[in-house]
């Protein structure tokens, strides 16, 4: 499990409660969060690089958010090491572009990493409330976050995330992509458009998806239980 911009690998607990049980759970924190320090500029392709060395053999791969980049990455780059491919509340490109609507506006991206570099605790501050927003009781769910992912993450480990996710497309690659994979999407969700689930099927049309109702960017979190369900049918479906 790969976390995703701004919280450590806490954030998974919830899940892992449920999963725990049926499979070996691995979580890795990017460097600068949990307890990895900082290790220089690093490049999307440098981040999951250092994914894919903390795993001893083939793995079913989970990427949250900007994890799923990182995760979808690795499948490019070292197909050998993925089994199988599942994203939640993750996109290909999470920018917007003239061939891509279903994003975020870069101007709200460029404005993050902005502001940010003058004012990180508010940026993360206003992160949580649009992880959470969409879902019920936003409020609560911006406390359990917090309370999840303890650790303080670097600085410069959050302004290399604002950059890869404001630059990063790869929308190629998942056209490409030959291994099983489920993209798991909130239907509120306030940071990726519900309406790129539709675009994702004609990019490639063996990706299976999913949509949790009246949920947010963090189903894992406020929809437990559903998207334990949906990971645990696709792995014994179609990885085991």
């Not at 392709?45 to 001893?56: R, T």
């Not at 963090?218 to 239980?225: I, K, R």
Request: charged share 25%; aromatic share 8%.
């Amino acid at each position: 499990m790969v976390h995703g911009w701004g919280f450590d690998s806490g954030v998974f607990k919830n899940l892992i409660g449920i999963l725990e049980y049926q499979f070996r759970i691995q979580t890795i924190d990017l460097p600068g969060y949990g307890n990895q320090q900082a290790v220089g500029k690093q490049s999307l392709s440098d981040l999951s690089k250092l994914v894919g060395e903390q795993i001893s053999e083939p793995a079913v791969f989970l990427g949250w958010s900007m994890g799923g980049l990182m995760t979808l990455s690795l499948a490019e780059a070292e197909p050998e090491k993925v089994k199988s491919l599942i994203m939640i509340t993750s996109t290909p490109c999470f920018a917007r572009k003239e061939n891509w609507l279903q994003a975020m506006d870069r101007k709200i991206l460029e404005n993050f990493i902005s502001v940010y570099n003058k004012e990180p605790e508010q940026t993360l501050d206003k992160f949580s409330y649009l992880a959470s927003e969409g879902s019920k009781s936003p409020r609560n769910w911006i406390r359990e976050l917090k309370k999840l992912s303890t650790s303080e993450v670097e600085p410069e480990a959050l302004e290399e995330g604002l950059q890869i996710l404001l630059k990063t497309d790869l929308r190629q690659t998942l056209r490409n992509l030959k291994i099983p994979a489920l993209m798991i999407f909130g239907e509120k969700d306030s940071l990726v458009p519900i309406g790129v689930e539709k675009e994702i099927c004609l990019i490639n049309s063996s990706i299976r998806t999913k949509i949790i109702s009246d949920s947010g960017h963090t189903p894992f979190l406020t929809d437990t239980v559903l998207v334990a369900e949906a990971i645990s049918e696709h792995i014994y479906e179609y990885t085991t």
